[in-house]
T-cell receptor, first 108, second 112 residues
């Protein structure tokens, strides 16, 4: 099955800094999503991005499907951005395979 | 208000008991999924259903059972055969395969 690798596993930033999170897939996917897990455990949808680039406020994401990776950019980070970021992909079905996550801590 | 509702939020189970976790959606989605999350880990698929009265095993189905009698409901039963059931359980739904999935708020199950 598909393997999903996220990097870095942990990230500590000062408020206002920018960051890039990466997600690599072992095989091509035609469904790719980024999530933010809040302190209560809920998964918040950030992007549905099987290919191309999308932006939503301070967040943007780029997926290069032919090279099997996706990037999540966080600009001007805020303390409320802290939490765990997951990417997940699926190929041919809706069965999302999740990475292990990147734990982000933004310090004031 | 459209969304996915999981209940209860917290559940305590004695060893040897079966428990059922509820998942209801009013998004008119065809597909529904159950995932398990252990501390510090990503999510792993337990069961999924693409259509009413049909479901398939995911990667870690042993010790779990599901039913899909109605489009809006996909309950998960954690049986006594599940050796390590303490975890965070998340339900999701999507319109069909390979479309954006949305998640409920989760149920934390603890075996006491």
């Amino acid at each position: 099955g598909i393997q999903v690798e996220q990097s870095p596993p942990d990230l500590i930033l000062q408020e206002g800094a920018n960051s890039t999170l990466r997600c690599n897939f072992s095989d091509s996917v035609n469904n790719l999503q980024w999530f933010h897990q809040n302190p209560w455990g809920q998964l918040i949808n950030l992007f549905y991005i099987p290919s191309g680039t999308k932006q939503n406020g301070r967040l943007s994401a780029t997926t290069v499907a032919t090279e099997r990776y996706s990037l999540l950019y966080i600009s001007s980070s805020q303390t409320t951005d802290s939490g765990v970021y997951f990417c997940a992909g699926a190929r041919g079905t809706g069965k999302l395979i999740f990475g292990q996550g990147t734990t982000l801590q933004v310090k004031p | 208000d459209g969304g996915i509702t999981q209940s209860p939020k917290y559940l305590f189970r004695k060893e040897g008991q079966n428990v059922t976790l509820s998942c209801e959606q009013n998004l008119n989605h065809d597909a529904m999924y159950w995932y398990r999350q252990d501390p510090g880990q990503g999510l792993r698929l337990i069961y999924y259903s693409q259509i009413v009265n049909d479901f398939q095993k995911g990667d870690i189905a042993e010790g779990y059972s599901v039913s899909r009698e109605k489009k809006e409901s996909f309950p998960l039963t954690v049986t006594s055969a599940q050796k390590n059931p303490t975890a965070f359980y998340l339900c999701a739904s999507s319109t069909q395969r390979n479309t954006e999935a949305f998640f409920g708020q989760g149920t934390r199950l603890t075996v006491v």
